[in-house]
């Protein structure tokens, strides 16, 4: 029970990652208000933790509108009227079927020796991709870790869990908007850690290597073979691998912890 009696905010928590966190919160005692997009699935995952024994309230908005994670919570703080750790896990990745198809070219191409096709990803991206893949991961985290920092600061303590990628530490070909808004991810967590060290709040990164979530779901087998090959472990992560690593930086050992990016990626270089 190392959370026991504290609140936690999981943002994308109807699925993957967010879920697997949202889970584990919920069996070391913390009560887990559970956002997504997505209102069935947040109310699934809801009860997966009262089914456990554990207490969860479903949250679902929007994350990158301002207006609509205010409103989240307001509703949240309502009821509990308290809030300790916020893991700002919320995401998409939009990998376009012409992108996916180049890059199996690009792999064929590679066992013979020369690469030929271009991946055409950067050429052929939409502003409102674009856009949208910031909204999500870089407006999304500012906009709850500001609320969060509002109810933290007057306590004078919490932690601030924001989930980049190794896509964001080293820039993966394909996914030019996913890497960049990964990368500030990883820039606005080292900011605002060393912004409110002072006051008892440590904020950290994690940054994930390959995850078996629905988010990698509908990749044609040899790419995914191919991240797999990437990977020193030989295989890619699970979900509860890395809801491990953000218990660790929600619990009272990563006390000392902050401005810092931990990389479950199965020993990856990237
Ligand atoms: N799967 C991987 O290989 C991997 C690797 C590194 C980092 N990540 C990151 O981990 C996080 C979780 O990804 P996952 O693999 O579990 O994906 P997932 O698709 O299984 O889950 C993402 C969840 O976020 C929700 N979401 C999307 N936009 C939202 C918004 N605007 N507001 C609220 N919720 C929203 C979705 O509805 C979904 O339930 C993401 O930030 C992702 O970028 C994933």
């Known amino acids: ?11 994308g928590a109807g699925s993957g990652i967010g879920k697997a966190i949202a889970l584990r919160f919920a ?3 913390a009560r887990v208000a559970v956002n997504d997009l997505d209102d069935e699935t947040a109310a699934a995952t809801v009860d997966a933790i009262e089914s456990r024994g554990g207490m969860a309230m479903a949250v679902p908005a929007d994350v990158s509108d301002g207006r609509a994670a205010l409103k989240m919570f307001t509703r949240f703080l309502g009821t509990w009227d308290r809030l300790d750790i916020v893991v700002n896990n919320a995401g998409a990745l939009f990998l376009e079927p012409h992108v996916v198809a180049n890059m199996e070219a690009q ?45 933290m600061e007057v306590r004078r303590r919490g932690r601030i869990i924001n989930m980049s990628s190794i896509a964001g530490l080293a820039g993966l070909a394909g996914v030019p908007d996913y890497s960049a808004a990964k990368a500030a991810v990883l820039g606005f967590t080292k900011s605002v ?3 409110v060290a002072h006051l ?8 994930p290597g390959f ?5 990698l779901a509908d990749l044609p087998d040899t790419l995914r073979a191919a991240f797999v090959a990437q990977t020193p472990s030989g295989r890619l992560a699970t979900a509860e691998e ?4 953000a218990l660790y930086l929600a619990s009272p050992e990563a006390e000392a912890v902050t401005g810092q990016v931990l990389s479950p990626n199965g020993g990856s270089l990237m």
């Open 1 to 11: 029970m190392r959370l026991e009696d504290q609140v936690a905010l999981v943002t």
């Open 27 to 29: 069996e070391c005692g």
């Open 107 to 151: 792999l064929a191409e590679r066992a013979s020796g020369a690469v030929s096709t271009p991946l055409a990803a950067t050429t052929s991206l939409e502003d409102g991709i674009w856009r949208r893949t910031f909204a999500i991961h870089v407006d999304g985290t500012f906009h709850c870790t500001r609320e969060a920092l509002k109810v």
């Open 193 to 195: 850690a060393r912004e």
């Open 200 to 207: 008892g709040i440590q904020v950290n990164a994690i940054a």
């Open 211 to 215: 995850v078996d979530t629905p988010m």
């Open 242 to 245: 890395v809801a491990g690593a």
